[in-house]
């Protein structure tokens, strides 16, 4: 059996949002789907700098333009996109609805961005300009702007493949409870802690077996049934707080670019090979597939005191000011920056 399934763009759309999201919405978080996005939001995504567009705070500026000004949303000495009115519209509606939001496109969020909102609350969104500063602040979401990247560089790439802006529920979210499990000829091989830290109560033996039987149980009944997609796919879980039930976070390819975690791929390939008749329809589980978690503080896998994700942190253009800086500093340094640009702009306008 080859290591990985055949990643034709027709499996790769199968995990995009807006194509699961409606089969399993009653197992998952509440979300928002927003699509089409105009050209001018998708160029403003693939522009270099980092800027919020006008209006898109939560007290919208007032207009300085003169009678006989066009109202358009282009700086042409910059080229800046400044506005996208409809746009905000549907974030402050989803906002008003869910009390607060975290954005993602098709497959990636910008959590690599998170530490630019506050870290009591990380990517809560509670304006467009928060969800505009997270996407653009984020190196994660480039992988869905390009199709090259999306249908790893293959010559019959799906044209259908439109941009979507997802607008999710936020929830003060406990890391130690997110998992990711794999499914490979339908058969859930394994599970993993997401979160690089050691927690003590996940290495109780009774905790340990609990978590098991929950996303076994999870799997069988919410999951195998609907998905018929494909046989072989990732999916991420937050359980509960009494660890017995589960809410669905994502669904990924069985992909290089899926992060085993605490496994290799080729374990997995070798957990499902030591299964002696592997079941080939959706009925079929597995008693106890392995569930690897962090054991120790000492654990090769678990954090340091380094921030997650610190190699695409910050936006290139914002490299410059982190020399000889801890990672706090910085941060009040660049955040201190978008404001000072924020108010540059609008004395222009006066």
Same mark, same amino acid.
């Given at each position: 059996?080859?290591?990985?399934?055949?990643?034709s763009?027709?499996?790769?759309?199968?995990?995009?949002f807006?194509?699961?999201?409606?089969?399993?919405?009653?197992?998952?978080?509440?979300?928002?789907?927003?699509?089409?996005?105009?050209?001018?939001f998708?160029?403003?995504?693939?522009?270099?700098?980092?800027?919020?567009?006008?209006g898109?705070?939560?007290?919208p500026?007032?207009?300085?333009?003169?009678?006989?000004?066009?109202?358009?949303?282009?700086?042409?000495?910059?080229?800046?996109v400044?506005a996208?009115?409809?746009?905000?519209?549907?974030?402050?509606?989803?906002?008003?609805?869910?009390?607060?939001?975290?954005?993602?496109?098709?497959?990636?969020?910008?959590?690599?961005?998170?530490?630019?909102?506050?870290?009591?609350?990380?990517?809560?969104?509670?304006?467009?300009?928060?969800?505009?500063?997270?996407?653009?602040?984020?190196?994660?979401i @480039?992988? %869905? !702007? $390009?199709?090259?990247? +999306?249908?790893?560089?293959?010559?019959?790439?799906?044209?259908?493949?439109? =941009?979507e802006?997802?607008?999710?529920?936020?929830?003060?979210?406990?890391?130690?409870?997110?998992l990711?499990?794999?499914?490979?000829?339908?058969?859930?091989?394994?599970?993993?802690?997401?979160?690089?830290?050691?927690?003590?109560y996940?290495?109780?033996?009774?905790?340990?077996?609990?978590?098991?039987h929950?996303?076994?149980d999870?799997?069988?009944?919410?999951?195998?049934?609907?998905?018929?997609n494909?046989?072989?796919?990732v999916?991420?879980?937050?359980? @509960?707080? %009494? !660890? $017995?039930?589960?809410? +669905?976070?994502?669904?990924n390819?069985?992909?290089?670019?899926?992060?085993? =975690?605490?496994?290799?791929?080729?374990?997995?390939?070798?957990?499902?090979?030591?299964?002696?008749?592997?079941?080939?329809?959706?009925?079929?589980?597995v008693?106890?597939?392995?569930?690897?978690?962090?054991?120790?503080?000492?654990?090769?896998?678990a954090?340091?005191?380094?921030?997650?994700?610190?190699?695409?942190?910050?936006?290139?253009?914002?490299?410059?000011?982190?020399?000889?800086?801890?990672?706090?500093?910085?941060?009040?340094?660049?955040?201190?920056?978008?404001?000072?640009?924020?108010?540059?702009?609008?004395?222009?306008d006066?």
């Open positions: 059996m080859e290591l990985f399934p055949q990643q763009p027709s499996y790769i759309l199968s995990f995009q807006s194509t699961w999201y409606p089969k399993f919405k009653s197992a998952s978080i509440k979300s928002t789907i927003v699509r089409p996005l105009s050209q001018e998708i160029d403003y995504l693939n522009a270099d700098q980092v800027f919020v567009p006008k898109s705070e939560n007290i500026a007032e207009s300085s333009l003169s009678d006989d000004e066009d109202d358009d949303s282009v700086d042409a000495e910059e080229g800046h400044f996208f009115p409809e746009l905000d519209e549907k974030i402050r509606a989803a906002i008003t609805e869910y009390g607060a939001v975290f954005p993602k496109l098709n497959f990636s969020s910008p959590k690599d961005a998170s530490w630019i909102l506050p870290a009591s609350s990380p990517l809560k969104c509670t304006s467009p300009a928060d969800v505009y500063l997270l996407l653009k602040s984020s190196d994660f @480039t992988h %869905d !702007l $390009s199709q090259s990247a +999306i249908f790893a560089g293959r010559d019959d790439s799906d044209s259908s493949y439109e =941009l802006l997802v607008l999710r529920k936020w929830y003060a979210v406990d890391r130690s409870r997110e990711r499990c794999f499914v490979r000829n339908n058969v859930l091989i394994g599970i993993s802690q997401r979160d690089p830290n050691y927690y003590d996940l290495n109780d033996t009774a905790t340990h077996s609990k978590i098991v929950a996303v076994v999870f799997w069988s009944t919410k999951i195998q049934p609907g998905w018929t494909e046989a072989n796919y999916f991420d879980l937050l359980l @509960t707080r %009494d !660890l $017995s039930r589960a809410h +669905i976070i994502d669904f390819p069985y992909a290089p670019r899926t992060d085993p =975690l605490l496994f290799s791929y080729e374990e997995l390939a070798e957990a499902l090979s030591n299964e002696a008749d592997p079941p080939t329809d959706f009925r079929s589980t008693p106890s597939p392995e569930f690897r978690v962090i054991d120790s503080p000492s654990h090769p896998a954090s340091s005191k380094a921030p997650a994700n610190q190699h695409n942190m910050v936006p290139f253009e914002a490299l410059s000011l982190s020399s000889g800086r801890d990672i706090e500093e910085f941060k009040e340094l660049w955040q201190e920056k978008i404001k000072e640009s924020m108010q540059a702009e609008e004395e222009e006066c």
